[in-house]
């Protein structure tokens, strides 16, 4: 499984990013789809996850409410709409993949895709 994610920049408080990551080399409509974070300095962070058919999302209590996680099966592709940013919100963005319905654990991550949020 190769997953690949872009979409970062460099945006002001209050604007929005949308991260895409695309996947190959596996049933992608099989598989658990996640977004991860980590700052600098700091552990690795969930952000958010969504089910094989894109029928459940969840999201950690720190995004819940501007970020919204979605998926084209058919393009095998996973998505990260982030909205009202905040200079927190600056960190590096890794997609997950995983055959099983989890929220934290995945066998196959992304490279990671730099957002910075500036104040």
């Known amino acids: 499984v190769q997953l690949q994610a872009s979409g970062g920049g460099l945006v002001q408080a209050g604007g929005s990013l949308r991260l895409s990551c695309a996947a190959s080399?596996?049933?992608?409509?099989?598989?658990?789809m996640g977004w991860f974070r980590q700052a600098p300095g700091r552990e690795r962070e969930f952000v958010a996850a969504i089910w094989r058919s894109g029928s459940r999302a969840y999201y950690a209590d720190s995004v819940k409410g501007r970020f919204t996680i979605s998926r084209d099966n058919a393009k095998n592709t996973v998505y990260l709409q982030m909205n009202s940013l905040k200079p927190e919100d600056t960190a590096v963005y890794y997609c997950?993949?995983?055959?099983?319905?989890?929220?934290?654990?995945?066998?196959?991550w992304g490279q990671g895709t730099q957002v910075t949020v500036s104040s």
């Open positions: 997950a993949a995983d055959p099983r319905y989890t929220l934290y654990d995945y066998d196959y």
């Open positions: 080399g596996c049933t992608f409509s099989s598989y658990t």
